[in-house]
């Protein structure tokens, strides 16, 4: 529990596990970009057109009028900070350093490494759907947060699910192709905390990596620190209020032949602010076969990826390579050359 690093308020140096050696942690361009916007407001087929355009592009898009009320996105920032400052005593049954625990408090990150340690605590949260009572397994202080995150839950999958459903129009697919057991595993939520760090230079909230479901629904909160690779570089992403950012898991990559790309990201800290961010991961059943669809291949599009079951999947691709390639369209090949 004494791991954990919004606990010890403090750190007036960076200890040396969390020290990169100079040069492993390339610095992003100055300038902060906004992600493309996607107005779901707007007509069905402009939307379509959009979120693909977007997806291609950048992998990361953000999308505002997107039907989930500016209230509950308010309450489940507050539920999650109100988390965090809670005394150590009020969290130390939900603190596990097992993984194989469904719902857990732990510091650093789900890779594996290779000793490097992450500046960020994390709250992980399992939402099967619908959720029934397992919500009585979640933390029961602050009092709020069963109730918010449940409501929270609910219509972060449900934009997600829509997303899918307009990527899935938009490729000329079945608008339900994404249902069933390619997105019906449980829900995933990470409460990423990443408190003030006094050499933000030198360290990462988050090591590059992509997420490895389906779709991730990001809650970024108001400080910035997301970082995505784009050519080769690191460009830092500007939160805009009321907006969620979206971005491809691994699965629809594979699923898609590569036509739909997951991107790296990472997490950057700094020294002034905690921030706290909220990301949603629709997943697969973990018994779920994917593997690249029958509509995404021809004679000039063969298979680029194996077919392999989620939960095989996760096991495999579950180690920080740093200083790997920033392209995970390759990486990800490579790491099924292992199968
Ligand atoms: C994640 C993630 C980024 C952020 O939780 O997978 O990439 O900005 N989070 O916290
Ligand atoms: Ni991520």
Same mark, same amino acid.
């Given at each position: ?34 992600? @493309?916007?996607?107005? *779901?407001?707007?007509?069905? !087929?402009?939307? #379509? ?12 898009? =953000?999308?505002?009028?997107? +039907? ?9 920032? /507050? ?5 965090? =400052? ?16 469904? $719902?857990?408090?732990?510091?650093? /990150?789900?890779?594996? /490494?290779? +000793?490097?340690?992450? %500046?960020?605590?994390?709250?992980? *949260? ?6 029934? !009572?397992?919500?009585?397994? %979640? ?15 609910? *219509? ?17 697919? %079945? ?20 408190? @003030? ?7 990462? +909230? =988050? ?12 809650? @970024? ?12 570089? %690191? ?39 905690? #921030? ?10 973990? !018994?779920?076969?994917?593997? @690249? ?7 000039? $599009?063969?298979?680029?990826?194996? /077919? ?6 996760? #096991? ?19 790491? =099924?050359?292992?199968?």
């Amino acid at each position: 529990m004494e791991k954990l690093l919004h606990l010890n308020p403090s750190h007036t140096s960076l200890p040396d596990c969390y020290a990169f050696p100079p040069g492993k942690v390339p610095p992003a361009t100055s300038a902060a970009v906004s992600l @493309p916007f996607v107005d *779901l407001s707007r007509s069905r !087929d402009e939307v #379509r057109r959009a979120i693909l355009d977007a997806g291609k592009e950048l992998g990361f898009f =953000q999308v505002v009028n997107h +039907g989930v009320p500016e209230q509950v996105m308010r309450d489940m920032e /507050t539920v999650c900070e109100e988390f965090f =400052q809670l005394p150590a005593a009020d969290k130390a049954d939900v603190y596990s350093e097992d993984r194989l625990k469904p $719902n857990r408090l732990f510091t650093g /990150t789900i890779f594996e /490494t290779g +000793g490097e340690k992450y %500046w960020r605590d994390c709250l992980r *949260l399992v939402c099967p759907f619908p959720v029934g !009572d397992s919500a009585k397994d %979640w933390p029961g202080k602050p009092q709020r947060l069963r109730e918010v995150t449940e409501k929270f839950t609910m *219509l972060t999958r449900g934009l997600g699910m829509e997303l899918l459903r307009l990527l899935s129009e938009g490729m000329g697919l %079945w608008p339900d192709y994404f249902e069933g057991d390619l997105s019906g595993g449980d829900v995933i939520l990470h409460v990423n905390h990443y408190p @003030p760090c006094p050499s933000p230079s030198s360290t990462l +909230g =988050q090591p590059p990596h992509c997420d490895r479901g389906l779709i991730t629904v990001l809650l @970024p909160g108001a400080v910035p620190g997301l970082e995505v690779a784009y050519n080769g570089d %690191w460009i830092k992403v500007h939160p805009v209020p009321n907006a969620f950012i979206i971005n491809f898991g691994s699965q629809l990559e594979v699923v898609t032949n590569g036509m739909l790309k997951s991107i790296e990201h990472r997490a950057v800290t700094n020294s002034g602010m905690a #921030r706290t961010s909220v990301a949603t991961f629709i997943m697969p059943t973990e !018994d779920c076969l994917v593997g @690249p669809a029958k509509e995404f291949l021809s004679e000039e $599009n063969p298979p680029c990826y194996h /077919t392999v079951k989620f939960g095989d999947f996760k #096991r495999i691709y579950n180690v920080v390579k740093l200083g790997s390639s920033l392209n995970l369209t390759t990486e990800l090949k490579s790491v =099924q050359k292992d199968i």
